[in-house]
């Protein structure tokens, strides 16, 4: 199994990230792009394995750091260095670890929304100020902070660090979309995937100065590899899919349409009827489904014709 294939190998590829570089660095077909990282925590660990993953994709990066926590001040004040280096893209590497003015239990609502706005327009301004570069912007949105004053009040109570980080979230994600060339990597959700505990290490944050946990550096980095790959047209663009206990339970050709496992009648029917469902989504992306099964064709077609089928016939090329 390829360790930078889904589901990665987050220890190995820490392990063996130099073996991987050499390896992946000497495929021939390389295409290279400049890649700003600007900071808002340490990036080293991080430029090392975006790299990494995306030499795997085919691309040879060529890194421009920004100084450490200085996101803010290397894009807004740009003293011509990030200009002259003509990235094709930037990462604005930012995390909850860079809010500068959170709200606490004594604030007024009043005072909660205007911290809101300050914060929101600082990254807002960043974001503006690296899309005058004139390539597309990668930003982080915010991961939850990992302690709780008011329990479960954090999530609806203006002056919560929860509900502050997720109305930050919200704004920023309003942003990307009415903003071409800025895209959101999401890092709400990769803590979420992973566990906060294990995500949000404080000894990462106190000892090295990483806004995650170095194990999960991996998964973030796997992620902004991704946008990138996507905004170079590197996506697959489609999926072959057997039929048989893959699309329903059973076999249609011996059990018939009817014996088959399938819908909400039992629960690998409804995990067959859930699979069939992220297909018809993935489709609606414009990713190509296509059959390749033994089955006779019109066994296949009765299949797809069950009532409780998601997918039909015109769902496939």
């Known amino acids: ?20 570089k050499r390896e992946l660095s000497a495929r021939e077909g390389l295409v290279e792009k400049r890649v700003a990282i600007l900071s808002g925590s340490t990036i080293g660990e991080v430029q090392n394995i975006l790299e990494v993953f995306l030499l795997a994709q085919g691309v040879r990066p060529v890194f421009y750091q920004g100084g450490y926590g200085l996101f803010y001040e290397n894009l807004v004040f740009d003293d011509g260095s990030l200009a002259a280096f003509a990235p094709d893209f930037v990462y604005i590497h930012t995390s909850s670890r860079n809010i500068r003015s959170w709200p606490c239990p004594a604030d007024s609502a009043q005072q ?8 929101y327009s600082r990254f807002e301004a960043a974001a503006k100020a690296a899309l005058k570069l004139g390539c597309p912007v990668i930003l982080n949105n915010f991961d939850l902070p990992v302690y709780r004053v008011m329990g479960n009040r954090e999530g609806s109570d203006p002056r919560g660090r929860v509900r502050f980080a997720r109305r930050l979230n919200e704004k920023l994600a309003a942003l990307v979309d009415a903003t071409p060339n800025l895209y959101l990597n999401d890092l709400a959700y990769l803590q979420a995937q992973l566990g906060m505990e294990r995500f949000s290490d404080q000894t990462a944050w ?20 991704n946008i990138i790959k996507s905004l170079l047209g590197r996506n697959k663009k489609a999926l072959a899919l057997d039929l048989d206990n893959t699309l329903w339970g059973g076999i249609v050709g011996d059990d018939g349409p009817e014996g088959l496992t399938l819908g909400s009648e039992s629960p690998a029917g409804m995990a067959y009827s859930e699979f069939q469902t992220y297909l018809k989504e993935l489709s609606q992306t414009g990713v190509l489904l296509n059959v390749c099964s033994k089955n006779e064709e019109a066994n296949a077609l009765a299949g797809l014709a069950r009532g409780d089928s998601v997918l039909r016939r015109e769902d496939f090329v």
């Not at 946990?213 to 980095?221: G, K, Q, R, T, V």
């Open 1 to 20: 199994m390829n360790i930078l294939d889904h589901p990665i190998d987050a220890a190995r590829i820490l392990q063996k990230k130099r073996a991987l």
């Open 206 to 225: 106190y000892a090295y100065k990483y806004c995650c946990a170095i194990e999960c550096i991996p998964y973030l980095c796997q992620s902004v590899a």
């Open 112 to 119: 909660a929304e205007e911290l809101l706005e300050a914060e």
